[in-house]
């Protein structure tokens, strides 16, 4: 019974949709239409009817004499055998009405149209005009000026619409996957929130990006607090805006002036004074969520104080041009006394996924918590980099592959710059709700010997020893690292670097103080809301390396980028104490800086032309000794150098700022050799810059 009820079941159904599928009309069917889907058999039959018209009509001669412009209007139908019979004619002329019955007479035999799977009658009525005109034709034309007319009409409305598109700007980067221009003083604003007890953020992989701090600070509510009332263009402009900006649901972007103008007084220098005239234009934004761009030119001439310039001449490329000026680049004689030095940076910053960003770009990167890093620092030149930065569960994963140049006269190539990469690893791991430890690795070779870039040190997970040994120990030179930050608690955190070129255990038991030991490390700590003040952030740091750190036997092997190191901006074969303070209210700041450092340097003097280590540009197998090194070794000097600036933010969206600020240095060498002197500096400045990178003034 239960089979009988199912096969039941089947039946019906089979006979609805039988019946659904035939409870439909089609349209007469040519030959040439049989293949047309049907919903397009009535077009298809349309347009043969149409053509065969066009095809066989003639206009009788008489209407042709008299020029006769009009229609003939038949009714016909297909009957149920596919043939084709007329039933009404309408014209002005007999002449036209018969032509039209003889045309209809030869049609062929077709399918007949069909209703509910059965065959049927099918009446039509068509104009056929006069003079003839391929009506099929006309009718595709139509349709194709209704859609062109479509298109024009959309395509005009183009340039309104896109007006209209655009909204009231709200700033997208706060959400974005733009860098926060790093400058230690600025990212003082948000260092605290970062490293609350119980974050899991990595601090140490910089610059940040927005999308990654915006988590913890609240970007928008701070510029709404420092926004100013104004009613005008230009006051608005001047203190609140950027000076272009639009924005629509897929793009945004901005342009803004970049000035860094500054006037001042150097105390021990002949030409006391001093001053900077950069120019230049900012350019950023996005494409859609995913996508950022950025892009800044400067223009500028400049002197400063006289250990600057000297320091600056010190770095000077093979060639004729006299400087690189720190942290910048190569320099030309501008006048007799100053330098012209351009300087352009951009990057675009890509999201595929939650997990990862990818940044390609011409600029600087920095590891660490600290004011200095050991590991990687922006004290160099911009260079080419390619960034991959992978985020997920408590580990933040930091690869960087750099393109530097060695531009010393004993490298140079056929009047070229040499060529040479670094390839880093850095892993930071949130192992509890306040402690961090990162584990940092670096390799560095050159474009000697058409060995290029080296697609071995592409894979973005092995470690780069392995490499170094299958590649050969001389192709590259490796370093290792490690970092570790405590959050003690809300207000207070502790952290250190450690990094190591080489290492001999046995050397260090003995007690010998082998030149082998090349390493350095860093402590830290900081404290913010010091004693209580709301935005005061005190810092203390202390930092030590070991002669012939970051150098190497082979000339080119050495970690630096331009004639300045990748890492501390003293090289090596150095200790130093440093102590910072800084405060922020509403749109006044302050910061002070104390540096409290001994170095050891070569003496170079035609009598002793040892390396002693400070200078990473040396070969290491220039040393004097291979035990007893120690920091400081070489001509002993005394560094002290104190920095105190105060100053106003003028605009929070374009970060410009007037300040002033005095620095006061002191070298004191234990020797006296023509390029390592005694002095005795105080340099006095006042200028107004777009803040967007870190100067350092104080080797």
């Known amino acids: 019974m239960k089979q009988f009820i199912v096969l039941l079941l089947l039946l019906v159904q089979y006979n609805v949709y039988s019946q659904n599928a035939l409870l439909s009309e089609k349209a007469p069917v040519f030959p040439n239409c049989e293949s047309v889907a049907i919903d397009s058999l009535q077009a298809c039959f349309d347009k043969h009817v149409k053509d065969i018209i066009y095809n066989n009509f003639k206009v009788p001669e008489r209407v042709s004499k008299e020029s006769y412009k009009g229609e003939v209007v038949v009714i016909f139908e297909v009957d149920t055998t596919g043939r084709f019979r007329v039933i009404y004619t309408d014209a002005l002329y007999n002449e036209l009405k018969e032509e039209a019955k003889r045309v209809f007479s030869e049609f062929p035999k077709i399918k007949p149209a069909t209703y509910n799977g059965r065959t049927t009658f099918k009446q039509y009525s068509i104009p056929i005009k006069i003079p003839l005109v391929n009506q099929s034709v006309v009718s595709q034309d139509l349709a194709k000026e209704k859609e062109i007319s479509k298109l024009e009409e959309a395509a005009k409305k183009e340039f309104d619409d896109i007006d209209k598109g655009l909204k009231a700007f709200k700033s997208k980067a706060f959400k974005s996957q733009l860098n926060i221009q790093f400058t230690h003083s600025d990212y003082a604003r948000f260092d605290r929130q970062m490293n609350l007890i119980g974050t899991n953020s990595h601090t140490a992989s910089k610059p940040f990006v927005y999308e990654e701090v915006s988590k913890y600070y609240d970007f928008e509510g701070e510029q709404e607090q420092l926004k100013k009332e104004t009613e005008t263009w230009g ?19 901005t342009v803004d002036p970049i000035l860094d103008l500054q006037v001042g007084k150097d105390t021990d220098a002949e030409f006391s004074s001093t001053y900077n005239n950069t120019r230049g234009l900012l350019v950023q934004g996005g494409l859609g969520s995913k996508l950022n761009f950025y892009a800044s030119v400067f223009e500028s001439q400049g002197r400063f104080a006289d250990y600057v310039n000297r320091y600056a001449e010190s770095l000077k490329a093979f060639g004729p041009d006299p400087a690189i000026i720190p942290g910048r680049g190569i320099a030309k004689r501008f006048k007799s006394d100053s330098y012209d030095y351009p300087v352009a940076e951009a990057y675009l910053s890509y999201t595929p996924s939650k997990f990862i960003n990818i940044q390609f770009g011409h600029g600087k990167n920095f590891i660490g918590d600290g004011y200095r890093s050991l590991l990687v620092s922006d004290v160099a030149s911009p260079y080419p980099f390619l960034k991959l930065n992978t985020k997920f569960w408590k580990i933040k994963y930091t690869n960087t592959w750099m393109w530097l140049k060695d531009v010393r006269p004993e490298v140079e190539q056929d009047k070229a710059f040499l060529t040479k990469y670094i390839a880093n690893h850095y892993l930071s791991w949130n192992v509890s709700k306040r402690l961090n430890i990162g584990l940092f690795e670096s390799v560095l070779w050159t ?75 860093q402590l830290g700590v900081k404290y913010y809301n010091a004693f209580k003040v709301d935005n005061l952030l005190l810092q203390f740091e202390y930092n030590r390396v070991r002669p012939y ?84 070794q070489g001509i002993k000097t005394k560094i002290f150098n104190g920095n105190l600036q105060a100053g106003y933010l003028i605009n929070p969206a374009t970060n410009l700022k007037v300040f002033t600020d005095i620095t006061v240095r002191n070298f004191n060498p234990d020797a006296i050799t023509t390029s390592t002197f005694k002095n005795n500096t105080v340099w006095f400045n006042f200028g107004i810059r777009t803040d967007l990178f870190n100067w350092y003034f104080d080797n």
């Open 447 to 521: 474009n000697s010997n058409g060995r290029g870039f080296d697609v071995n040190y592409l894979n973005p997970i092995i470690f780069y020893r392995a490499i170094e040994f299958e590649t050969g120990q001389g192709a590259g030179n490796a370093l290792m690292g490690a970092s570790a930050k405590y959050k003690w608690n809300n207000n207070v955190n502790i952290y250190s670097q450690f990094i190591l070129d080489e290492f001999s255990l046995g050397d260090v038991k003995g007690g010998e103080k082998s030149w082998k030991n090349k390493f350095g490390y």
């Open 549 to 632: 750190t970051y150098s190497h036997n082979t000339i080119v092997l050495n970690y630096a980028n331009n004639n300045q190191p990748m890492a501390h901006l003293w090289g090596a074969n150095f200790s130093e104490a440093i102590i910072i303070g800084r405060y922020r209210y509403k749109r006044w700041f302050g910061d002070a800086k104390l540096i409290f450092g001994t170095r050891g340097l070569d003496f170079n003097n035609g009598v002793d032309n040892f390396s002693y280590g400070a200078d990473i540009y040396r070969d290491y197998n220039d040393r004097p000794f291979d035990t007893g090194v120690e920091v400081g």
């Open 235 to 253: 006051g608005k402009k001047l203190w609140n805006e950027h000076l272009v900006q639009l924005q629509s649901e897929d793009y945004w972007f």
